[in-house]
């Protein structure tokens, strides 16, 4: 029987983060989009000025997976929330428990700060994640569509 571990991660895991990235973004078809460094994931998730945490997820002290999450802020509930930017799980590993360990994890972060929400974003190809997670009793967010200002869009507009 394998043994899941879920813990928070450390710098000492940033080029393990980017490498699990990586992994990601080939698996969305956008490898050419990440532009993180080993050095940005230090800085941004473990720096004086972190805003996100991640965790990182390990079976027989292998790691296969890990996840990046942060608070945000719901005025309608007044309360925080837990939002999941990225969830992770090696391939070879899919299926034995490790994606849901994790979602397991967040989802008692958020109840122990209180959180009203627990949320995260699922690309619309991406059929096994969407089913894994209305086999939790997840619920797509339909009616909202989200917007993104980046790069020269963003100076653009807050330089205008």
Known sequence: ???IHIRPASIDDAA??????TDLAIYEKAEHE???TQVD???????ADANAQAVICSIDN??????????NYSTWLGKPGLYLEDLYVSAQC???GAGTAMLKYLANIALAKNCGRFEWSVLDWNE???KFYQSIGAKPQDEWIGYRLTGKALNDFANA
Not at 16 to 21: A, E, H, N, Q
Not at 41 to 47: K, P, V, Y
């Open 1 to 3: 029987m394998s043994t």
């Open 16 to 21: 393990l983060i980017l490498k699990f990235v």
């Open 34 to 36: 990440v532009k993180a």
């Open 41 to 47: 994931i230090e800085e941004s998730l473990f720096g």
């Open 62 to 71: 292998t790691p296969v997976g890990y996840a990046v999450y942060f608070f």
């Open 94 to 96: 899919r299926g034995s």
């Open 128 to 130: 096994p994640a969407i």
